[in-house]
């Protein structure tokens, strides 16, 4: 029998990945934020007790980092309180629940890649409302958390949002002049590698829970720069910065790479984000 996996924020960057990924295997019900009204409680249960997925994934954020520390109720209302609602109706309809969360429940004071053990300590609005919802989807039955950092993949025409890699792509493209942090450390994920690890993941009937899902490895943001340009072939025109000379809402963690051990030893190994960044822009 052909399963039903209900994907909420669809149109999203991760989201669209996602039902690519899950579309030749299963019945996808794919909802964008028009679709559904995530903050809605009445209506997500109405939905979702008509579809009666067996998966649901959850895709949907407010990522707006900034926003969140002067519009707090709108962040905790799609981060956390949405996901309480899809973890309890998960448990009603007996459905699995994947919810992705993210690198800022970390404080970004470390010096190695974060592990699943290691205490979050979320510095801002955003991220606190990322941390309780994932306080909220592990409370399930069947419950993954997987968290994800600095997506990338929008390259295609007509595809949803840019993200900071891809906004780095188009000004080496461009030859224009791109501020890059020097002392920002991350993981860069392919969104096409992060679906695909959610595929397997629930494929290989692996222990619920919470798991970092990143490509392998870590960088800093000029060093993800430099090797934009490489691959590219081109000279780019990279002006450094800290987050010492910018001025932000939120603050954001410095070291906040991610190490996915825990995914590789469940059979899911992730491949290196250079390798990666290679596939993306065709090299």
């Not at 299963?26 to 009666?52: C, I, K, N, P, Y």
């Not at 825990?262 to 090299?283: E, F, H, K």
Request: with cysteine.
């Amino acid at each position: 029998m052909t399963p039903t996996v209900l994907v909420t924020g669809a149109e999203g960057l991760l989201g669209t990945a996602i039902v690519e990924a899950f579309q030749p295997s299963a019945r996808v019900v794919a909802l964008a934020r028009r679709h559904l009204d995530l903050t809605d409680d009445a209506a997500v249960d109405e939905r979702l007790r008509r579809e009666r997925p067996d998966v649901i994934i959850n895709c949907a954020a407010d990522n707006d980092v900034d926003g969140a520390e002067t519009q707090p109720l709108r962040a905790l209302a799609l981060n956390a309180f949405a996901v309480r609602e899809l973890a309890r109706a998960a448990d009603e309809i007996g459905a699995t629940l994947v919810h992705y969360s993210s690198d800022f429940v970390f404080d970004g004071t470390t010096s190695r890649p974060y592990v699943e053990t290691d205490e979050p300590n979320p510095q801002g609005v955003y991220a606190a409302s990322k941390l309780l919802g994932e306080w909220f989807a592990l409370e399930t039955r069947r419950g993954f958390v997987l968290r994800v950092e600095s997506l990338f993949g929008a390259r295609r025409e007509g595809a949803p949002g840019r993200s900071s890699l891809d906004r780095i792509v188009d000004g080496i493209e461009g030859g224009q002049e791109i501020p890059v942090f020097t002392d920002r450390t991350v993981s860069p994920s392919y969104v096409v590698d992060l679906a695909a690890a959610t595929r397997a993941l629930l494929a290989a009937t692996a222990a619920p829970g919470l798991y970092h899902c990143v490509n392998s490895g870590a960088a800093t943001w000029y060093a993800v720069a430099e090797e934009i340009a490489r691959l590219l072939g081109r000279e780019p025109r990279l002006r450094p910065v800290t987050l010492g000379d910018v001025t932000l809402r939120a603050p954001r963690p410095v070291y906040c790479a991610l190490d996915n051990s825990r995914l590789r030893a469940a059979g899911v190994p992730m491949p290196t984000w250079q390798d990666a960044l290679a596939r993306y822009l065709g090299r």
